[in-house]
């Protein structure tokens, strides 16, 4: 099993996407735990974007690594209804406005839907007012927000005083991604900063826990 892990970051560092379908079939009927095999892939698209910040790989790697994983979560999800019983409640994902990177957003949607959260995902370039709505309609207690550029920054800082404005700040825990650190999240006055998929899962399920929001 351990062998068709350690394959399985490899082939998709490589985008070896015929590989990829081939072993995580094979670790179905292994047995292997879906959510390992979806990790491991994190792990290989995380390789993907390491080799895209040295300049080996280029967008159209990025953008195939993310269809890569979106076949491999259609072929997970064959053998479980997808959200037939939600164990969270809905949290609010998007790439704010003036940003369309959505890749590392698409593959933590993916695994946190896999493992009961309700997402609402407003994709890309989302103004703050959309997640305003997005949080009233939803009664959303987490509201996840990402963005790989420096302009983003100003974009998430927006959303944060918009949800302030609306009376929802109070209730409502935000968490920014991407390109992001300690710093950025006191500018952008959000609870929590994160960097990879794991994080922001355990984030929000520690919230919502504690805030007793099960469904």
């Not at 993916?110 to 103004?127: A, H, K, R, S, W």
């Not at 959303?140 to 927006?158: E, K, N, P, Q, W």
């Not at 300690?182 to 006055?189: F, I």
Request: charged content about 25%.
């Amino acid at each position: 099993m351990l062998k068709i892990q350690k394959m399985l970051v490899g082939a998709m560092a490589r985008l070896d996407e015929a590989m990829v379908m081939n072993l995580v079939t094979q670790g179905l009927k292994m047995g292997i735990n879906p959510y390992v095999l979806l990790e491991e892939i994190r792990q290989g698209t995380d390789r993907v974007g390491e080799l895209y910040s040295k300049g080996e790989y280029f967008l159209s790697d990025l953008i195939m690594a993310s269809e890569i994983f979106k076949d491999v979560l259609a072929l997970v999800n064959q053998d479980r209804v997808v959200n037939a019983r939600k164990i969270y409640p809905t949290v609010i994902f998007g790439t704010v406005e003036d940003d369309i990177h959505d890749i590392g957003k698409n593959i933590t949607t993916g695994i946190m839907q896999y493992n009961g959260f309700g997402i609402c995902d407003l994709g890309v370039d989302v103004p703050a007012r959309k997640f305003v709505e997005a949080v009233t309609l939803h009664n959303s207690r987490v509201v996840c927000l990402t963005g790989l550029i420096t302009d983003a920054y100003d974009s998430m800082r927006d959303t944060v005083v918009c949800l302030e404005e609306a009376g929802l700040r109070p209730m409502t825990t935000v968490i920014i991604g991407g390109l992001v650190n300690e710093s950025v999240r006191k500018y952008t006055g959000a609870d929590y900063w994160a960097t990879d998929c794991a994080k922001v899962a355990e984030l929000c399920r520690n919230i919502l826990v504690a805030d007793k929001q099960i469904v």
